[in-house]
């Protein structure tokens, strides 16, 4: 009767497994098909309990997550009007077009790229135009501040003098532009808050704390340069004076722009290959740490934000214990 019982509760085991494996393998079919793709996308882009109740292995989560990734690509590409879907695809071309050039003619490219940096270094007004440029793209929706701040490391090096440069152009772009969205363009920087859900969670991290030290947090994190300058002043509370003083306490990171630009410009100073390889891997060693050590400190000041508000909710929502005993506060 043992035996019985053992060989029933085997079978109830495997038939459970069977059961989950087939509604796993279903629910990856739908998403081939296009059928979850909402599930996957809605929300908070992806239901988290799905992987506590299936248990998924490394090689599950992987596949799931890049087709999530992928669904949600298509998703914004396919939002958008023609023009900028358009637009998209022209500068991947061009940008697969210079790459392919770059590899062919890397010899004479770097060799111009020296010679132009050594004529602009001597030109005093290329400090003014650097600065005026670096003042510029602090404002959305404008792009090329990490190629405006690269220059200026392949310009000046790693140096003081670079330093200072690229730091006033960075600071007084950013507060002029955070001053002129929460004066002027309140409104349009309320739209850049809900552009993305990066945005969304760090908002409300600062309208519970806007200290400076939070703002020196968000300015380290991957964000666009310019639309954060924009998008931080939709949020209440959050003053000029602690603006500034993040910004300030933030501008060491901008000695790794001056790093890779000095990197670059070693590597054109030199025709040996081994040299040159090895300045490029320092750059990408320093622009992978750098992207992780952002992407880190994001992750986990989202997690305990979420950790705080999990726990101000439990304690706003702990029943008394006569609900507790009373049988119909109890939901079947």
Known sequence: MNEDAQNNKADLNVGSRVDGMDEFDSYFQDIDNGNNMAGITNGDEFDNDFLDIYNLTPRQRIILNAKKMGYNLMKRFYALHLWQRALIIFLLICQIILIILFMVFHDAVLHKLLEVSNELEKKKSTQVVLLLLLFIVGFPPLIGYSFLSTSTGLLYGVSFHGWILLAVGSVCGSVASFY????????????????????????????????????????????????????????????????TIANLITTPKLLVYLFIGSRIKKMAETDSTGSRLFDLLTIVVTMVLFMMTAWILYFRTKKRYMELKNQDRSDTNIPSLTSMNDPSSFEI
């Open 180 to 243: 002129t969205f929460k004066t002027i363009l309140h409104s349009r920087a309320e739209k850049l808050i809900h552009m993305n859900r990066r945005f969304e969670a760090f908002a409300s991290i600062l309208q519970e704390n806007n200290s400076y030290l939070m703002l020196a947090l968000l300015r380290l994190c991957p964000f666009p340069y310019s639309l954060t300058n924009g998008a931080i002043a939709a949020v209440y509370g959050v003053s000029v004076r602690n603006f």
